[in-house]
């Protein structure tokens, strides 16, 4: 397995990082539209970055004030290497942190099982959003071990 870091970032210091991982994955890979990637709720949220052992962006995600992780993203090639649930672990251990009661978020469908096992359940139906079928999901942070 390939060596990586996660920290906490900011989209004040860190935002053509972050920027770089979700153009890839979310415009280019996913056909996502540029407006609806690009939002005003980045300044206000707390981002996790995942990077190589160049210093690389290879990952990321944020949550925001209200405790709803988004924008969750791992570069194609580093996938399935852990890359996805160390930026979870830390956005977790980081809610639990700020006394979150519950964190949300809105899955792609065929990741579900991944966020099953980092122990959300689904709370609704399947919906579309920019035109991907997704489910939501819910965690209660406090019901967590923090290692």
């Known amino acids: 397995m390939a060596a990586y870091t996660v920290r906490l970032a900011s989209w004040h210091n860190d935002s ?12 280019r890979e996913q056909g996502i539209s540029v407006e609806l990637e690009w939002d005003r709720l980045d300044a206000e949220c707390i981002h996790v970055l995942a990077a190589d052992a160049m210093l690389h962006p290879i990952g990321t995600a ?9 924008r969750m993203a791992v570069l194609k090639e580093w996938r399935r290497q852990g890359v996805g649930s160390a930026l979870m672990e830390k956005l977790l251990d980081e809610a639990k942190d700020r006394q979150v009661r519950q964190v949300t978020l809105n899955a792609q469908v065929y990741v579900t099982a991944f966020y099953r096992k980092l122990g959300f359940q689904a709370v609704g139906e399947e919906f ?4 991907i079928s997704h489910v939501r999901m819910a965690y209660r942070p406090y019901d967590r071990q923090i290692k």
């Open 128 to 131: 579309m959003e920019a035109g």
């Open 62 to 70: 944020r949550l925001l004030p209200d405790g709803t992780i988004g």
């Open 16 to 27: 053509a990082a972050l920027k770089l991982v979700r153009e890839a994955v979310f415009i």
